[in-house]
């Protein structure tokens, strides 16, 4: 699916900090911890997602239920969540994908991004502490920004295409999430990525 972001915005660009992808990282006595399922495309060759700079990014939901699973709502995305501080080696023991994007790190899990709290104590800031949907091998920024453009347009949001989950776009996302019987969050969700038409 093409993005909706428009010229001018350059979302922050991926970086995968020394993470070996095809290195199985599991984690002793723990089954959930397993590596991520390759995509194939038919040809006997696995199908690569890259982020911009040419690293892998595979989406198949990291650590746990894939995307394809029953969705999720978000409070039990929520609950999985665990605010927690780990330092980068015990990131990349639990997890495939890690990403640099803007001045946070992030993780994926199940479809979802969410801050890697002391993978890097120079980088954690971040407008918003919790889980944000994302599709299409895009980034958190990326997602934010498609989902502000499509917000724009309905004119629940005036603000600048950031890719920040900031004050604003939370109050615009509730507005929208309220007026499509969604539930009103605030935040980027499966659900109201889908009833924008994102996906």
């Given amino acids: 699916m093409r993005s909706l972001s428009q010229p001018g915005v350059q979302p922050t660009q991926a970086t995968t900090e020394n993470n070996n992808l095809r290195q199985d990282r599991r984690v002793a006595n723990n089954p959930s911890h397993r590596k991520a399922a390759v995509n194939n495309t038919g040809n006997g060759k696995p199908a690569a997602n890259t982020s911009g700079n040419g690293n892998r990014i595979d989406t198949s939901g990291g650590?746990?239920?894939?995307?394809?699973?029953?969705?999720?709502?978000?409070?039990?995305?929520?609950?999985?969540?665990?605010?927690?501080?780990?330092?980068?080696?015990?990131?990349?023991?639990?997890?495939?994908?890690?990403?640099?994007?803007?001045?946070?790190?992030?993780?994926?899990?199940?479809?979802?991004?969410?801050?890697?709290?002391?993978?890097?104590?120079?980088?954690?800031?971040?407008?918003?502490?919790?889980?944000?949907?994302?599709?299409?091998?895009l980034l958190p920024d990326q997602v934010i920004i498609n989902v502000q453009s499509a917000l724009q347009k309905l004119g629940y949001y005036t603000g600048d295409l950031n890719g920040s989950l900031g004050v604003a776009t939370r109050q615009a996302l509730t507005a929208y999430q309220q007026d499509y019987g969604l539930d009103a969050t605030g935040v980027v969700d499966e659900a109201t990525v889908r009833s924008l038409g994102l996906i």
Avoid at 84 to 110: P, T
């Fill in 63 to 137: 650590r746990g239920k894939s995307t394809d699973d029953k969705r999720e709502n978000y409070a039990d995305v929520m609950r999985r969540y665990r605010h927690e501080r780990h330092d980068c080696d015990w990131w990349k023991q639990h997890y495939i994908v890690i990403v640099l994007v803007g001045n946070g790190y992030y993780y994926l899990d199940s479809g979802y991004w969410y801050p890697a709290w002391g993978f890097n104590p120079n980088y954690e800031r971040y407008d918003y502490d919790g889980a944000i949907y994302t599709y299409g091998n």
